[in-house]
């Protein structure tokens, strides 16, 4: 085997692998991922439009230091969601050690990689106005309700910890 097939067989092998343990969450992330990688894009964009409709005013345009601190925070909403993963997994393994089985396996983990992936998309949307890209009002409305939702779900039928 080439090493180039050998290394596609690995990638494909450890794919397979994560999102068979990830399930749902999975596609999540990799969705949450590419919306990132649009936010820094598009922000980066927009930033370049602003220095060209206002080049005399500095507090306009990308900056460096804006970007890194946007990278930065980007690998935090990870740590976030490893946080939130881990939380899921004590408290099934937890529930299991009790003789209690919990019919889903990934509830904190994926709503809060679902809350980032909601914020990322508004945050695409608005550097696509800031762009001058027309953006239909309701799409950015329908997602911040969305989001809002998100951030008020409950665990219903489910007892408090």
Known sequence: MKPIEMTQVLISGALAY????????????????????????TGMMAGKVEAVDHPEDPAYGWNSKKGVKGIIKKVGYLCVIAVAMAADYVIVNMASSLGYEMPETAV???????????????????????MGAPVPAWLAKYIAVLKHKVEKTE?????EI
């Open 18 to 41: 994560i999102s068979a343990k990830l399930g749902l969450l999975f596609p999540v992330l990799l969705l949450l991922m590419g919306m990132m990688a649009a936010d820094y894009v």
């Open 108 to 130: 904190f983990g994926l709503m809060v990689t679902v809350w980032y992936l909601l914020n990322e998309m508004l945050s695409v949307i608005e550097n696509a106005g800031r």
């Open 155 to 159: 665990m219903k039928g489910r007892d």
